[in-house]
């Protein structure tokens, strides 16, 4: 009879059975195929893409480079991924950078030049090296906001010097060579 049989040796139950283990995993299958579909498929390097993109548009040789315009004036002209503040959209920043005559009446004031510094950034991470006895020694990086006049040496400025739009001014000694700077 089949009240008496056990439950696997009913053919009902077993199709059943059969029929919802069938189902569990085709759902599993499905949730799968749809969380795969929606996960963004891994490229290759796209930053690096993007940058290689930037260089060959622009002609650049590699991502950052510096090109003298005249005796005291140069670009910086660099590609980077993602676009720093300012940047074009394809990230293409470039800074110039003029030389002028600080306002110390002495090195020992630490602002007998001033590095004036031209470009649509926002933000400006400047470096230098400190010449300690003919050794150049790299100095922490120096932030500039725009319109900012900052000491490579650190503490207040109280000079006439004022920024233009889209400037930043850097002040040092002889003492300090500019190595580079790069939109933040």
């Known amino acids: 009879m089949e009240g008496d049989k056990k439950f696997l040796e009913r053919p009902v139950a077993i199709v059943g059975l059969v029929g919802g ?7 599993g299958v499905g949730i799968y195929s749809g969380l795969a579909a929606v996960a963004p498929q891994p490229t290759i390097n796209t930053a690096q893409a993007r940058i290689d993109e930037c260089l060959a548009t622009h002609g650049l040789s590699q991502a950052s480079e510096r090109r003298e315009a005249d005796g005291d004036r140069w670009y910086l002209r660099a590609c980077s991924w993602p676009a720093p503040t300012g940047a074009g959209a394809d990230g293409f920043s470039e800074i110039t950078v003029r030389t002028q005559a600080g306002p110390g009446r002495s090195e020992a004031d630490g602002m007998t030049v001033a590095h004036i510094f031209t470009s649509t950034c926002r933000d400006l991470e400047v470096t230098y090296l ?3 006895q003919g050794s150049l020694v790299p100095e922490q990086p120096l932030r500039l906001t725009k319109g900012e006049v900052r000491r490579v040496e650190g503490g207040s400025v109280a ?25 933040v």
């Open 21 to 27: 283990l069938v189902g569990i995993v085709a759902a």
């Open 130 to 132: 400190f010449d300690n």
């Open 159 to 183: 000079t006439g010097v004022e920024p233009g739009r889209d400037e930043f001014v850097a002040l040092s000694s002889l003492r300090y060579t500019l190595d580079g700077a790069r939109c």
